[in-house]
């Protein structure tokens, strides 16, 4: 799987941004796609994840950090290969490096969708920026 992410931009605080993560091969629908930050001397951040319907999972299941929940929404399109970030409400402190990425595993437990190690695929990032 190869993903490019899009959609960054400078933005006022109270904003909103979508950005897009377009993916490349075969095994895209059967994925799981996280989405991650990175702020200047920050460690990367999980910000969210949406997983796949089918095989594990009945439906579709999304989880958020607490600090995008009810802000940020995840969503996917399989037939365009693309996962979708809307973000409203920004603030400066989501200024950040927003990078996606997938795996194909299966975890039984929903945390480990929260590790950035635990993805196998990445995107380069995009750069999103809340001016107060």
């Known amino acids: 799987v190869q993903l490019q992410a899009s959609g960054g931009g400078l933005v006022q605080a109270g904003g909103s941004l979508r950005l897009s993560c377009a993916a490349s091969?075969?095994?895209?629908?059967?994925?799981?796609v996280g989405w991650f930050r990175q702020a200047p001397g920050k460690e990367r951040e999980f910000v969210g994840a949406?997983?796949?319907?089918?095989?594990?999972?009945?439906?579709?299941?999304?989880y958020y950090a607490d600090s995008v929940k009810d802000r940020f929404t995840i969503s996917r399109d399989n037939a365009k290969n693309t996962v979708y970030l809307q973000m409203n409400s920004l603030t400066p402190e989501d200024t950040a490096v927003y990078y996606c990425?997938?795996?194909?595993?299966?975890?039984?437990?929903?945390?480990?969708?929260?590790?950035?190690?635990?993805?196998?695929?990445w995107g380069q990032g995009t750069q999103v920026t809340v001016s107060s």
């Open positions: 990425t997938a795996t194909n595993s299966y975890y039984s437990r929903s945390d480990y969708y929260t590790e950035w190690n635990k993805y196998e695929y």
């Open positions: 091969g075969r095994t895209f629908s059967s994925a799981t």
């Open positions: 949406i997983t796949w319907s089918g095989g594990y999972w009945s439906t579709v299941r999304t």
